[in-house]
């Protein structure tokens, strides 16, 4: 393993974007040796994870096409981070000067909305960042050999990026590369660590860093109603796990905010009526002669952004300045009990509430297609002859369906 390491980091004084018999060479250690090598340790692996061996993925890349100047090989939980951009993951870091490689518990640098992958920004990258490391303090107080930065000496933007997703990490000179039982035995620790990331995922209501789950959830329906196929690598997580809420969950969340505003006003004087299963916004306020429209968004996020529909949007717009917007933010959620429970968060209230275009996201559109509009002179090549011809293009017109404020 030692020698399969320094042989790599003596190929990338080499490093060419062309695939030249010294990349080729460092292809194959990358790609083929290393993680063949590593998979005969699957089951220490896995019981560092907690996962049950054909859970635990082993993986190594040095570029799909154009051979990159950072070559990795990783080991994952498949269903945790089923794509090296997206999830926690521990990867093995060649610098770019093949001085040192490092052993990095990091993390992908995207998030599959439903129609794209989004890039996450270098702040959100370190706000998950630091939700991590106070998690794994106890297991790293005993290691002052662990890094919190890279020197990766890389001189393209894809080889810096690995600066911002590191949690932790080991690093190895060349001149004084350990043997293969001191590097399994930090590839044990290290995936023991990533273990404990992933237990606190499935169990946070939200990451800091993390898209706001109403939104996401949003975005990924609206892809989904569009008929948008989303690639292997960006298969939805479980429900319950990182950003994902159940249907449970989400009801747990709707209960608490809704709670928690009735309690805000009935502490203010109003008379407090629940009107959510019949209106378009969730509470009905009176107070002698005035009268309030109270639309209630609970979220386990930090609450930068929710999820309107158009007819809440509408009907807000109408019932200006009697209307407020009331946003319970950074709930909590218990995730171990048998029914989830919501509790905590802090109540932010907007009223009078003044919905501008500018503060409003489209998410999706329903487009008017006159699909049975025929066209003069547009004959169909596959339709039966008893079909009509095919009709035309025509002018549609696109309308809001779903809206959001941007963060």
Request: charged share 25%.
């Amino acid at each position: 393993m030692d020698d399969l390491m320094g042989k790599v980091l003596d190929l990338q004084t080499s490093w060419t974007a062309s695939n030249t018999k010294e990349m080729q060479e460092r292809g194959a250690i990358v790609r083929r040796k290393l993680p063949s090598l590593l998979r005969e340790h699957t089951v220490q692996l896995a019981a560092g994870l907690d996962l049950d061996p054909m859970e635990v993925g082993v993986q190594g890349s040095d570029g799909t096409g154009l051979k990159t100047e950072i070559p990795w090989v990783r080991v994952f939980g498949r269903d945790q981070s089923p794509s090296a951009t997206t999830g926690w993951y521990v990867v093995y870091l060649f610098s770019g000067s093949g001085e040192r490689v490092y052993l990095s518990l990091n993390q992908g640098t995207t998030v599959w909305t439903g129609g794209v992958f989004k890039p996450r920004k270098a702040e959100d990258l370190r706000a998950r960042v630091g939700w991590a490391r106070p998690l794994l303090e106890s297991a790293t107080s005993a290691r002052p050999d662990l890094h919190t930065s890279l020197q990766l000496d890389a001189r393209t933007p894809l080889g810096r990026g690995y600066g911002p997703g590191n949690v932790v990490a080991i690093e190895y000179e060349r001149a004084a590369l350990p043997e293969q039982e001191t590097l399994l035995g930090d590839l044990v620790f290290m995936a023991g660590l990533l273990g404990a990331v992933y237990e606190a995922e499935r169990l946070a209501p939200h990451i800091p860093g993390d898209p706001t789950p109403e939104v996401l959830e949003a975005e990924q329906s609206a892809a989904r109603t569009a008929g948008r196929r989303a690639p292997k690598s960006a298969r939805p997580r479980k429900a319950g796990q990182g950003y994902l809420l159940t249907a449970g969950e989400r009801k747990a969340i709707e209960r608490h905010s809704v709670q928690m505003a009735t309690n805000h006003f009935e502490a203010q004087g109003w008379v407090v009526k629940d009107v959510g299963d019949r209106e378009s916004f969730d509470l009905l306020l009176n107070k002698g002669e005035r009268q309030l429209h109270v639309e209630v968004k609970g979220t386990t996020s930090a609450g930068r952004e929710v999820i309107l529909t158009r007819s809440e949007v509408e009907k807000q717009r109408k019932y200006h300045p009697n209307n407020a917007l009331v946003v319970v933010h950074s709930i909590g959620l218990d995730r171990t009990s048998p029914e989830p429970v919501a509790s905590g968060g802090v109540l932010h209230c907007t009223s009078p509430w003044v919905i501008e275009a500018e503060d409003l996201k489209v998410i999706s559109y329903a487009y008017r297609t006159d699909v049975n509009t025929p066209v003069q002179g547009l004959a169909s090549s596959v339709e039966p002859p008893a079909q009509p011809a095919v009709p035309g293009p025509r002018e549609g017109v696109a309308r809001r369906a779903e809206v959001a404020p941007p963060t």
